[in-house]
């Protein structure tokens, strides 16, 4: 079955701090990866995507994630985050047969401290 | 430009109302969703659109109906809602259902 883990429901961090969000997936075919922010009463932002190549990539508002796919994870990070930042971070997940469906994680909320 | 535009923005109606959610793009996007969200959970899908035909109906009330008129709009359909339907509707596009999503805004809908 496929799923989409994101251990942290919560991710307190003082700004400037660096910060890493955790996405690990089973599945038993290969995957398209996303982040996505959404910011409070708004829709959903993609941050970035990986989909071949590069096991690292880099997204918008100095974000970038890291592929590793004997681990099944897809971790997020920023190495000195803003007040601006905080937010709802989801992991989803794409699988490469038919049913083609963006399967989600439950979330982190990045909440960042002055 | 990666914008899908959502109205209305919020969205107050009676359990007896009927009323309708708009979406629209213009990226040439031949893939539509509808997903809806309650507070502090994720996005959970509702239906897919691929080439203008209904392509996955994730079991979802009859109270809810989708309509593709053209490749850029995708409505949904309120009528009878209860108290529970209650959530921010999301719409998305991509280029292909194997694409990115991009989101719209999304509608805030209440019902009394």
């Known amino acids: 079955a496929q799923s989409v883990t994101q251990l942290d429901s919560q991710v307190p961090v003082f700004e400037e701090a660096p910060v890493e969000l955790r996405c690990n997936y089973s599945?038993?075919?290969?995957?398209?990866l996303f982040w996505y922010v959404q910011y409070p009463n708004q829709g959903l932002q993609l941050l970035l995507k990986?989909?071949?190549?590069?096991?690292l990539v880099k997204g918008i508002n100095g974000f970038e994630a890291e592929f590793n796919k004997s681990q099944t994870s897809f971790y997020l990070r920023k190495p000195s985050v803003h007040i601006s930042d905080t937010a709802e971070y989801f992991c989803a997940v794409i699988r490469m047969d038919s049913s083609y469906k963006l399967i989600f994680g439950s979330g982190t909320r990045l909440l960042v401290r002055p | 430009d990666t914008e899908v535009t959502q109205t209305p923005k919020h969205l107050v109606m009676g359990m007896t109302n009927k009323k309708s959610l708009k979406c629209e793009q213009h990226m040439g996007h031949r893939a539509m969703y509808w997903y809806k969200q309650k507070a502090k959970k994720p996005p959970e899908l509702m239906f897919v659109y691929s080439y203008e035909k209904l392509s996955i109906n994730e079991s979802v009330p009859s109270r809810f109906s989708p309509e593709c008129p053209n490749s850029s709009l995708l409505n949904l359909h309120l009528h009878a809602l209860q108290p529970e339907d209650s959530a921010l509707y999301l719409c998305?596009?991509?280029?292909?259902?194997?694409?990115?999503?991009?989101f719209g805004p999304g509608t805030r809908l209440l019902v009394l």
């Open positions: 599945s038993s075919v290969s995957v398209y």
């Open positions: 990986y989909l071949s190549g590069s096991t």
């Open positions: 998305a596009s991509s280029q292909s259902p194997v694409e990115t999503q991009y």
